[in-house]
Every structure is written in C-alpha cells, then in structure tokens.
C-alpha cells in the first residue's frame, strides 16, 4: 500500500513517517532509493516492493509523481487542523494504518 518515507538525520531525528523508518532505511542500502527529495522530505512517497516469484529477488517499482494525491487535513470547526500541515493519502483499502489526534486513535 501507499505510505509515507521515514529517515533519520544525521542528529538522528526522525523526518516523514516513523513507522517506515526501518522499510525507508532498506530501500536506501539495498535498492539505492533516496526518494524524490533527496532523503530529506516529510511527504516522500514510498515505492513499492514486490517478490512474485520466492526464487527470484525483490523488485522496487517507483509510482509516477502523476499518480500520488495527498489529502490535506483539515476541519471546518477546527481551522487549527490545516496549519499543523498534515496530509494523508487516499486508499479506498487501507489495513494496519492508524493516526492519532488530539489522543484519539483512528483505525
């Protein structure tokens, strides 16, 4: 599924995505990906990476810039929301994905 880079600064702070740090950090060292923004986006998105075959390695397949759509978070009730500049991608199947606001846990 779609998902948001993760990287860690040379002070090892986390930029982008925390839960994909580890996944960002793989690409790096074994398919050579640094993503759209050098290494250093907050919305970097992430390729995708298949194995159809158990004989044969993993493959990485770049998705076109064309094909990404952020949704842009926001509320009428809350216009506070839409200054934290925070986005979500829209997957009409989305599994293991969670985000907290505000303490509470959307699954």
């Known amino acids: 599924l779609y998902s948001y880079a993760g990287y860690r600064n ?47 390695p993993p493959e990485m397949f770049e998705i076109p810039e064309t094909y990404w759509q952020d949704v842009r978070i926001w509320h009428p009730d809350y216009p506070f929301l839409s200054k934290l500049g925070l986005r979500w991608y829209p ?4 599994c293991a994905l969670q985000m907290t606001v505000g303490g509470i846990l959307y699954t």
Do not use: I, N
């Open 10 to 56: 040379d002070d090892m702070e986390l930029v982008g995505d925390p839960a994909k740090a580890l996944f960002t950090d793989m690409l790096r060292r074994r398919f050579g990906w640094v993503g759209p923004s050098g290494g250093k986006g907050e919305w970097d998105h992430l390729p995708l990476v298949m194995q159809v075959d158990p004989t044969q």
């Open 91 to 94: 997957v009409p199947a989305v």
